[in-house]
Structures are given as structure tokens and as C-alpha cells.
């Protein structure tokens, strides 16, 4: 496959401090030639920046990366590659998401969280905690509107895959609407059926992997937030797989990985298994 990956090292608007440091950790463990050692095609990395002329501010950063991730994604599928985002925040998904538009969309979301609060229910401020709500148009309106491409994916096309630490606003949210959810125990075997419900016909998938839905017992901790009882890398990849029988992927996200908790490189061992079944031919 041709791939061009596409690095956001910045968390809270702060480059490569904590999640931010991910992207370049996984190049450093040697991303780039375990890909081509896979036989795909491997384009020069590309670096998404923050605007150097602005100060940085949490949210007003976050919507400047989304604007330019939603543009380079475009652009790297208008000339054939596949993109693979390696972010600092997950929030960074509804740019890449914009960049898929106009085709409907599904999002399958492995977190352990939710990231499904809005400005109104959020206890901890924390914006990446609303980047999901923000994908489906949930909060957000005014900046979600200056990313090119943007448009609400439909909750009934949205799946939260292992997802188990919510906020109790957050799981009425989401409780009410039509968001598959998708528990640790259901992966994988009731998957393959629960993907069967929901609308997906004619969808383009969109990955979304957040490193803290793998097991931090198992596994290791992505970062500063680890929840027991997540997922086995065997449960991932069966997941991931199971995924892309029903529906074409058009991008994936690695996302909220700071190294500097992953002491055994467990996680970053489990990243680059999880990249090899996003990307395996004839799945
Ligand atoms: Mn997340």
C-alpha cells in the first residue's frame, strides 16, 4: 500500500510535551522501515505545524491543526497514498475526518474513554475530552465550521469500541445517541454482528486508535490516564480486522500516546501490529 504518514506532535498545544512526543517515538522505534519491511510504499513523512505566528492556546491551536490536517489529508488521498495520522490528541480526528468528505462517513473509536464531553459537561476542561462530540457536531459549531470539509458524522455510523472510564453526562450522551458502543468483552466475537446493525452502506471507515483502550496490565500505559481492563493486542487486531472486512478504511489515527509511561515498549510494540493490520492487503 502507499502510505504517507502524517505527524501532529503536539498535545494541548504543546509541541512533543507528553502525547505530543508519541509520533516521533514510534518513528525513532523504526515505524518507517517496518512498513516497507511489509512491502508498502512509504512517502517522506510530512510534519503537520501550528501556525508560528500565533500564540499557542488550547483551543484555538487544536481547530488551526484540524484545519491543517483536514487539508493534507485531501491532498494525500487526491494523489493515491493512504494517511496515517500519528497525533498527539485524538480531537485531531475531526481533521482528518473533514478530509474524507463528501462521502459518508464511519467512525470506529478505540479508547478507553469517551471523549464524547461537550463545553457544557466537561469536569475537567480538558479539550480532547470533546473530540469526539465535536465530530458528530455536537459542540464546537463555530470553529468545527472553519476546517475544510468538515461535516457531522452520524452517531448511527459511529462505533466506541473497548471504551470503559466515562463521565456520567458523557455516558447519557452517548447512552441516547444511536453511538454503537462496543464493550471489552464483545471483542471480538459479538463485533462482527453489532457491525452489521448500523448504517455503513456505501461508508468510508475511518480508525481511530487511541493507545490507552490496550490493557495496561497486559499491554503497558500509553499515558497519564490508564483504566484497567482494556484490550489484549490479540483482541485489537482481531477487532481492526474485523472492521475492515465490512468497510473500506479511507485514514487511520494513532493517537494520545506518551511515551514516557510505556517503560516496556509494550504499547509501541502493540502500535506497530495494530498499523500492520490496518494496512495488510486482503483483509
Ligand atoms: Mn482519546
Not at 485524538?90 to 478530509?99: D, E, I, K, P
Not at 446493525?197 to 490496550?214: F, P
Request: charged share 15%.
Amino acid at each position: 500500500m502507499d502510505i504517507q504518514l502524517l505527524l501532529v506532535p503536539y498535545d494541548t498545544a504543546r509541541r512533543c510535551w507528553r502525547s505530543g512526543a508519541g509520533p516521533e517515538h514510534l518513528l525513532q522505534a523504526g515505524l518507517t522501515t517496518h512498513l516497507q519491511a511489509r512491502g508498502h510504499s512509504v512517502a517522506d513523512i510530512q510534519v503537520i505545524e501550528a501556525d508560528p505566528d500565533q500564540p499557542p492556546a488550547e483551543i484555538g491551536t487544536a481547530f488551526e491543526l484540524m484545519r491543517r490536517i483536514a487539508v493534507a489529508v485531501r491532498t494525500v488521498r487526491a494523489a493515491g497514498r493512504f494517511p496515517v495520522v500519528l497525533a498527539g490528541n485524538c480531537n485531531s480526528a475531526v481533521g482528518t475526518l473533514s478530509g474524507l468528505t463528501p462521502a459518508p462517513r464511519a467512525i470506529f473509536w478505540f479508547d478507553a474513554h469517551g471523549d464524547c464531553n461537550t463545553p457544557d459537561t466537561t469536569a475537567t476542561g480538558f479539550l480532547d475530552g470533546t473530540g469526539l462530540a465535536t465530530a458528530l457536531g455536537l459542540c464546537w459549531h463555530q470553529l468545527s465550521s472553519t476546517v475544510p470539509g468538515y461535516c457531522p458524522v452520524q452517531p448511527e455510523a459511529t462505533f466506541l469500541l473497548g471504551t470503559r472510564d466515562l463521565d456520567p453526562p458523557e455516558a447519557a450522551l452517548i447512552a441516547g445517541s444511536g453511538i454503537t458502543s462496543v464493550s471489552t468483552a464483545q471483542i471480538p466475537a459479538r463485533l462482527p454482528e453489532l457491525l452489521t446493525r448500523s448504517l455503513l452502506k456505501d461508508a468510508l471507515g475511518y480508525l481511530h486508535l487511541d493507545l490507552d483502550v490496550l490493557d495496561p496490565a497486559v499491554v503497558g500505559n500509553a499515558n497519564s490516564l490508564p483504566v484497567p481492563g482494556g484490550l489484549s493486542v490479540e483482541q485489537l487486531t482481531s477487532a481492526i480486522a474485523a472492521i475492515r472486512a465490512r468497510v473500506p478504511l479511507g485514514a487511520a489515527t494513532l493517537a494520545s500516546y506518551a511515551p514516557e509511561y510505556d517503560s516496556q515498549q509494550g504499547v509501541c510494540r502493540a502500535a506497530f501490529a495494530a498499523l500492520d493490520t490496518i494496512l495488510a492487503d486482503g483483509t
